[in-house]
């Protein structure tokens, strides 16, 4: 199984390389004295064929210098020139070539050792013995330096991994390859709900596929709580018929070795299994806790994102309207959908808001995803409505906006596109500070971008009066933030176009305008959507055309 290798003294299987039959029989009688298992060859041609077919390669092997088809150093070299069989010490003994020359010529070759005969019992004895110390000290040390980077590459796995499933997966997949053997990983996620997975053991760090969800709940294993409300891990023995859910199939149902670790106190720990048998050195338990606690410190960091995404989203959504004025001016439909559950949050805010000049309508997007642009959103759209109630027209707001920003020494920037439907007149007074410009669709399908702008927020430029537009009742305004259309590998001129395009074709209705143009630009989650349609009534207007 992984994780066992022989102690330094425990017997091997030697390949005995010899054209002499006698010689063959002594050294075989000597080795299988000493407990050593014995596989023989009378040539070069018939030893490298051997291991070449071997199932389970032999530990040493002893070769006589004079062969019938080659020498032994060529035997020699030909054995460590092949990365399978390189590792194997190769032990030369010869009757006739004992001279310092023939010597040397076999070490500088690749031999480990060199006997010349007569050997005494003892003496060749301590030599295998001494090379297999040798060569098994090295083949721990290569194993464990394997292990150790299949263990970065492990955690590097865990702290990728953006949502407690993942974690889950990664844990398992780690341990099966760390420690060749299959492993369960259970977890309890931010939210408070299990998440497990199983790793058959026959993956690697490109396959994926080997890992499964599981049924399993880290709390049910019943002495975990042996670890308490302390923080680090333990190594448990616990049979698995005592863990309800633990999964049939890949991990053998028997003793398991479970490593329980917790990065803080009184969280739920995290839970790796695998097979006892796998857990053989104290090489093997030092890798499952190492990777439990990166485990157990994945899961902390993710906790962490968690709360912070889940403020910031709290913060954000108690920031908009919840809900839109019924205004005889216009019908409105809004639609608002955050990135996707692992993407940080932004500040895309909308508003739309009744005043003594008539109906006004905002949609913004603060720089940035973070904590702190969310909280910038939740300013400027306070300081907005305020702006507004007391009257201001749009490109005043606009002006005041930046001042504000400037006076609190706001670290981020952001473009505001403001659309107030006048009252009096029916016109549209539209100012735009770097936003997406507005789209307007006449009752006759025609399709128009409002492109006057000015610079964004945040920076100290001035910003030019407002534009005036009339719009032909029954037309519909769209205005939306740059998540509908961004794509990458996509030119933003191309998206505006396809945009101008989709709204041509979809009804005058503002619902349907809404859900069209989410149906020809499908989120990609990876950034937050504000979008508004306007359906202009014409009811406001004093004077006829």
Sequence with gaps: MAGQFPSDHSPACVLVVDDNPTNRYVL???????????????????????????????????????????????????????????????????????????????????????????????????????????????RRAERLADRLLHLNEATLLLYSADSAAGVARAAARGASIVLGAPAVAAIISPHGEPASAVCDGAGGPSSPDAVADARLDARDLPPHHELGDRTGTRLLTVHAREWPGFPSGPVPRDRLVVAVARAKPGRQPVCLAVPAETVSTSDDEQLLAQLAQACALALEALRSYTEE???????????????????????????????????????????????????????????????????????????????????HPPHDILGRLDHLLTAVGARLTLTLCIVLIDEA???????????????????????????????????????????????????????????????????????????????????????????????????????????????????GRSLTS
């Design 309 to 391: 995404h889940d403020l910031a989203l709290t913060l954000q959504r108690s920031f908009l309207p919840e809900t839109l004025p019924d205004s005889h001016l216009a019908d409105l439909a809004v639609r608002y959908l955050p990135a996707s559950d692992h993407a940080e949050i932004g500040g895309d805010f909308y508003e739309a808001l009744p005043t003594r000049g008539g109906l006004l309508l905002a949609v913004g997007d603060v720089a940035g995803h973070s904590l702190d642009a969310a909280m910038l959103m939740g300013q400027v759209r306070h300081a907005l409505r305020a702006y507004a109630i007391e009257g």
């Design 425 to 539: 007149t029916g016109l549209l007074h539209i100012a735009n500070a770097g936003h997406l410009p507005p789209l307007l669709r006449t009752p006759d399908g025609q399709v128009r971008s409002l492109d006057e702008h000015g610079p964004l927020l945040g920076i100290g430029l001035p910003h030019p009066v407002s534009t005036e537009v009339a719009p032909p009742p029954g037309s519909v305004l769209v205005m939306t933030t740059d998540g509908l259309v961004e794509r990458r590998r996509e030119n933003l001129e191309v998206s505006l176009e396809r945009l101008e395009s989709a709204l041509g074709g979809l009804p005058a209705d503002v619902e349907s305008v809404c859900d069209g143009l989410l149906e020809a630009f499908p989120p990609n989650g990876e950034d937050d959507i504000a979008l508004m349609a306007v359906r202009l009534t014409g009811k």
């Design 28 to 138: 075989r009688t000597t080795l299988s004295r000493a407990g050593h298992t014995v596989v023989e060859a009378e040539d070069g041609t018939g030893a490298l064929a051997l291991l070449k077919d071997a199932d389970a390669l032999p530990e040493v092997a002893v070769v006589d210098v004079r062969l019938p088809d080659m020498t032994g150093f060529e035997v020699c070299e030909r054995i460590k020139a092949d990365p399978a069989t390189a590792g194997i010490p190769v032990l030369h003994v010869s009757a006739s070539a004992i001279t310092v020359d023939d010597r040397t010529q076999g070490l500088n070759r690749g031999a480990d050792a060199y006997l010349t005969e007569p050997i005494a019992p003892d003496e060749l004895l301590a030599t295998v013995t001494a090379t297999l110390r040798y060569a098994r000290a090295r």
